[in-house]
């Protein structure tokens, strides 16, 4: 593994470890010719993936920019970072699996959008405002209708209830 810090190609692994879900091997490295330490993260990889551009480009899938993306869309919110991880993992295991090696970067994008409505609804808008190219706050509305309708439903369990189904009333929240 090359050293990020001065090049050198004969670093140390001096730890190892599995992460939190065991999707990966932490590996605690450091260099004998600047003493630089660093972490890598070695992770199962099924098949080169290749994202598809709606302009037609095509870019080899990257874990990372998936990663940053998600962490802009949660920027500031209380969602456990393994959480995250474990919902990145989940979607890269399902284009690995599709047994397709070129992915349209919308399929990418829906699987992010089915991830983050259940893991965060802010997060949700903020990453499908990008997504689908917001231009007006009616925009905005409609998806806060369509999330707010499917919160008010109830669920299997709670037809029978005697209970009358909570209002439509939204209180505002701080993101």
């Given at each position: 593994m090359r050293c990020p810090y001065c090049g050198s190609l004969e670093t140390q692994v001096k730890d190892s470890?599995?992460?939190d879900d065991?999707?990966?091997?932490?590996?605690?490295?450091?260099?004998?010719?600047?003493g630089g330490r660093f972490t890598t993260?070695?992770?199962v990889q099924l098949r080169e993936l290749t994202v598809l551009k709606k302009s037609g480009r095509r870019?080899?899938?990257?874990?990372?920019k998936l990663m940053r993306s998600l962490e802009i869309a949660l920027r500031k919110r209380p969602v456990e970072p393994?959480?995250?991880?474990?919902?990145?993992n989940g979607i890269v295991r399902q284009l690995e699996s599709q047994g397709e090696?070129?992915?349209?970067?919308?399929r990418i994008g829906e699987l992010v959008m089915e991830g983050l409505r259940a893991l965060d609804s802010v997060a949700y808008v903020r990453f499908a405002s990008v997504y689908r190219n917001f231009r007006e706050a009616r925009d905005f509305n409609a998806l806060i209708d369509e999330l707010g309708a499917e919160q008010i439903e109830p669920s299997k369990d709670e037809e029978g209830a005697s209970e009358p189904p909570p209002s439509k009333t939204r209180t505002p929240t701080r993101a």
């Open positions: 470890r599995p992460t065991a999707s990966a091997i932490r590996r605690r490295r450091v260099c004998p010719d600047c993260f070695e992770r870019a080899p899938f990257e874990r990372e393994e959480r995250v991880e474990r919902m990145v090696s070129e992915i349209a970067s919308d």
